[in-house]
């Protein structure tokens, strides 16, 4: 049997090959056909494989997509049963996919909180994401939920009597009000944060009267003793240290050990040797008095503790892991106002009725009512009325854009002063929106170039740091002031506590992960860090023009015959074969004949030759299309004077095609494609810092000229074919160049693909934007001055953060051995020391935070 499915979360070519690559093990399964296009997977199996089976497949290779049952789904192949007149007996087979289709194939909505996908803060096993919010196996710290636009039944409770909960819109039973959707539950990272705050403030009551009892002793004639003696005090702060150590901080033991029996040595390592000696150092000089050398006894013959150590450096290090809780909610602060976009309920129209029903009972092709300010529900097609469209939350501009009739409207754009009807097209995972978080998701968990060096030394730290603490001890042994034995125990242990690899390991993530979502807000979507780190290296930029450069909204201004035939044949012939062609001249001149009512005719043996034009069979006549290049191909003889008329309009910035039938060229067609009222500013930003901008255009060279002449370009180069641009960018590369190319169509995808950055117009094809690294939502050249300013700015952050890691490790490691003892007599208090560490990672994320601020 074969069955069709609906997989929700792919983005590349690199996503298909591992769905068909996991599912394709499965046993049972024949054969595997992904559509990235679709979405869509055809699997033809031996016997029916549930649809709970395949989406543990998915999650156990590792791949985060939700997948469901085609809404049409009809079996290609049906199995016996189906067949069989025994129709009560179907429900072993069919009735078993029925059931699925009710139970486990949800609308969508839009949860604006996690996704049950969770991800390391510092990556370190690269964009590999968890099913669990456990710590990270290799440095132990808390896991980050995703956030997305996920599927989640929708439910309603009335705002009186909670107790009421339906799954549908309506009135509550009991007192008749309107139900509200039922509130979400708290994200994982806002129950994260609400467990380490009472975790942390139960430490804090228990460790504040232990360092009271600690520090008396420096009292004279302590009052205390007068009560009981020290030794019994001592009892009663160990006594105060279990509920500390046992309970509020045991997770930082936890991941300690399981760091050292991995191998994967972390922060958690040196915390829980640190405090967990001094702790257990306590208890034993409490248990063993008589082993311990005088140096460690004070004048009245008992042993040092250190319980108000171990507990403020505990409390200490929680209270860091609960500012970096509140800041990492922070970090993802972008997604969360993307998600703030989407409403909860639209407004349905049947038969001319209006009917409001939640967002996840939205399905493709329904007719939706927008009210004057209200919010877009989905991405759709405005089939009735007109208004102005406010989408400075996805492109970034402020202005808003006027929408008419057959204009495309995205989710979460707010509508202007007038209403309109619009045909919904995308729906949950599919609307620009939630490819917006999804891309800034993937991103964010994607590891720069830069952060290889900090990879390097997180990788020795630990062992280093072991290193210069055993060495601290026995120097201070050997050499140091009685009681030596004290120095070098209490030196040791600030050692092992003031060091941070989580400064080192967050400073590139922390300002990726803010970065990325400061350039979405502006309508710079990012689809990785090293696009990001590239980018701001980027000192040649080679543009397209049609759709780059210009609108890419070309209209025909006039066809010209030169021949017998007259226009409007002319015109019926070139529509017909430019039915067939994706290319935004072919669907001007399909447009153009459309408004003159032209007759469109069967084309045979149509193709399109790329850089060129197109050619065909229309009525038993051979029609070709396009530039001087294919007429030459064909061998088409151009005269003189048709010519000369050719170049005139060419040199007004025009684009013409010249048409032959039958060998003959026999006229010529005038397109104008305005330059966008952008790209000379842009252009001219991007020359005064520095960059080199080259138009490599398919286009003849009097058109190329006319749009060079007016842009200021210095250099252009016209009549390119795809691999013309290919080889172009390669020779600039070869001279050490660093190349971005912007682009918006099919023809630009291996230029786009090549170079070091490519940037897509958020207006072009979806093979353009796969082959990008940057889309640009609005997709003007203006946009390419914001990558780089936040490319800028991003680089320079992340660059702080790491010199601030450095320096801190650098200096605070020999501080806390000692090294200002000789000269200054100061020495570091491991309580000291871990404040300091606790406060550097919380720093680097808070230096992180400022992106979120920066203009670009």
């Known amino acids: 049997m074969k069955h069709r499915y609906k997989i929700i979360g792919m983005t590349c070519v690199g996503c298909k090959t591992n769905v068909e690559k996991a599912l394709g093990n499965l046993k049972g399964i024949?054969?595997?056909?992904?559509?990235?296009?679709?979405?869509?997977?055809?699997?033809?199996?031996?016997?029916?494989?549930?649809?709970?089976?395949?989406?543990?497949?998915?999650?156990?290779?590792?791949?985060?997509?939700?997948i469901e049952i085609a809404k049409a789904e009809n079996h290609e192949e049906k199995p016996s049963c189906c067949s069989s007149k025994e129709t009560e007996k179907k429900s072993a087979c069919c009735g078993s996919v029925a059931k699925e289709n009710r139970t486990h194939v949800r609308d969508k909505e839009p949860l604006k909180e996690g996704n049950g996908v969770f991800y390391c803060p510092m990556h370190c096993e690269g964009e590999k994401t968890y099913d669990a919010q456990v710590g990270c196996p290799v440095c132990g710290m808390d896991l980050v939920e995703e956030l997305s636009l996920v599927v989640k039944d929708t439910q309603y409770?009335?705002?009186?009597?909670?107790?009421?909960?339906?799954?549908?819109?309506?009135?509550?039973?009991?007192?008749?009000?309107?139900?509200?959707?039922?509130?979400?539950?708290?994200?994982a990272e806002e129950k994260t944060y609400k467990k380490l705050l009472k975790k942390f403030w139960i430490a804090v009551g228990f460790t504040v009267p232990i360092f009271l009892l600690a520090m008396s002793e420096m009292l004279e004639n302590n009052p205390l003793y007068t009560v009981l003696e020290q030794q019994h005090w001592n009892w009663i702060q160990f006594v105060l240290s279990m509920p500390v150590v046992f309970y509020a901080t045991w997770m930082f033991f936890e991941r300690a050990w399981k760091s050292i029996i991995t191998m994967n040595l972390n922060m958690f390592t040196l915390?829980?040797?640190?405090?967990?000696?001094?702790?257990?150092?306590?208890?034993f000089a409490m248990l063993f008095p008589e082993v311990f050398p005088q140096d460690f006894k004070t004048h009245e013959g008992n042993v040092f503790v250190y319980f108000e150590a171990t507990t403020v450096i505990l409390t200490l290090v929680l209270l860091g892991q609960l500012l970096e809780a509140k800041a990492h909610s922070q970090t993802s602060g972008a997604i969360k106002e993307l998600l703030k976009l989407v409403p909860s309920v639209a407004t349905l129209v049947v038969e001319g009725n209006d009917k409001v029903i939640a967002i996840d009972k939205i399905q493709r092709g329904n007719l939706l009512?927008?009210?004057?300010?209200?919010?877009?529900p989905v991405d759709g097609i405005i089939v009735e009325g007109q208004s102005s469209i406010d989408e400075s939350m996805i492109t970034g501009e402020p202005i808003p854009v006027d929408k008419n009739i057959d204009d495309a409207v995205s989710s979460g754009t707010i509508?202007?002063?007038?209403?309109?009807?619009?045909?919904?097209e995308k729906v949950g995972a599919e609307t620009l929106l939630s490819q917006i978080i999804h891309m800034v998701n993937n991103a964010s968990?994607?590891?720069?170039?830069?952060?290889?060096?900090?990879?390097?030394?997180?990788?020795?730290?630990?062992?280093?740091?072991?290193?210069?603490?055993?060495?601290?001890?026995?120097?201070?042994?050997?050499?140091?002031?009685?009681?030596?034995?004290?120095f070098a125990f209490v030196n040791a242990i600030a050692v092992l506590i003031i060091a941070c690899p989580c400064a080192l390991g967050l400073a590139t993530p922390m300002s990726v992960m803010v970065g990325v979502g400061r350039g979405a807000q502006s309508g710079v979507l990012i689809k990785n860090a090293e696009a990001l780190e590239k980018m701001n290296k980027v000192d040649t930029l080679i543009v397209d023009k049609t759709g780059t450069i210009t609108e890419g909204k070309p209209s025909v201004e006039k066809i010209v015959s030169v021949s017998t035939i007259n226009e409007d044949e002319l015109l019926a012939s070139i529509s017909s074969l430019n039915h067939y062609s994706e290319h935004p001249l072919a669907e001007a001149i399909v447009q153009y004949g459309k408004s003159k009512k032209s007759l469109f005719s069967k084309v045979e043996d149509f193709e399109a030759i790329a850089g060129k034009g197109v050619i065909g069979t229309v009525n038993n006549l051979n029609v070709a299309l396009g530039n001087e290049k294919l007429l030459e191909q064909f061998s088409v003889e151009i005269s003189q004077v048709l010519k000369a008329k050719v170049v005139r309009e060419q040199e007004q910035g025009k684009t013409v095609s010249y048409i032959a039938i039958d060998q003959k060229a026999v006229g010529y067609v005038i397109i104008f494609d305005a330059i966008k009222t952008t790209s000379e500013k842009a252009i001219k930003e991007l020359q005064e810092i520095g960059i080199e901008v080259i138009m490599l255009t398919g286009d003849n060279r009097n058109t190329a000229r006319s749009v060079a002449d007016k842009l200021n370009?210095?250099?252009?180069?016209?009549?390119?074919?795809?691999?013309?641009?290919?080889?172009?960018?390669?020779?600039?590369?070869?001279?050490g160049k660093v190349v971005a190319m912007a682009g918006d169509g099919i023809n630009d995808a291996p230029a786009l693909a090549q170079s070091d950055v490519g940037i897509a117009m958020g207006t072009g094809t979806d093979v353009a934007i796969e082959s990008a690294s940057i889309t640009l939502v609005k997709g003007d050249l203006q946009g390419i001055v914001k990558a780089k300013n936040l490319s800028h700015k991003v680089v320079g952050n992340i660059q702080q953060n790491l010199f601030f890691a450095f320096i801190y490790n650098v200096l605070g490691v020999p501080i806390a051995a000692g090294v200002l003892y000789p000269i200054f007599g100061l020495l570091l208090s491991p309580m000291i020391a871990a404040l300091a560490m606790s406060f550097s990672s919380v720093s680097v994320i808070v230096n992180a935070l400022r992106l979120r601020n920066i203009k670009i």
């Open 271 to 283: 915390i829980g040797i640190g405090a967990g000696i001094a702790w257990l150092f306590s208890v």
């Open 445 to 486: 968990r994607s590891k720069a170039p830069i952060q290889k060096l900090a990879d390097r030394i997180s990788k020795y730290f630990v062992p280093i740091v072991f290193l210069v603490s055993v060495l601290t001890f026995i120097v201070w042994v050997v050499f140091g002031p009685e009681p030596a034995y004290v």
């Open 369 to 376: 009512r927008v009210k004057p300010g209200e919010k877009i």
């Open 415 to 424: 509508n202007g002063t007038k209403s309109f009807v619009m045909r919904a």
């Open 157 to 187: 409770t009335c705002p009186m009597h909670s107790e009421v909960i339906k799954d549908e819109m309506g009135s509550c039973p009991i007192c008749g009000m309107d139900l509200v959707p039922l509130e979400a539950d708290d994200s």
């Open 713 to 735: 370009l210095k250099q252009f180069k016209a009549e390119c074919l795809p691999e013309d641009k290919l080889n172009e960018i390669k020779a600039l590369q070869q001279q």
């Open 30 to 66: 024949i054969d595997v056909a992904v559509h990235l296009k679709t979405g869509e997977v055809i699997l033809e199996m031996e016997a029916h494989i549930s649809i709970v089976k395949l989406q543990e497949t998915l999650l156990k290779a590792g791949l985060h997509y939700t």
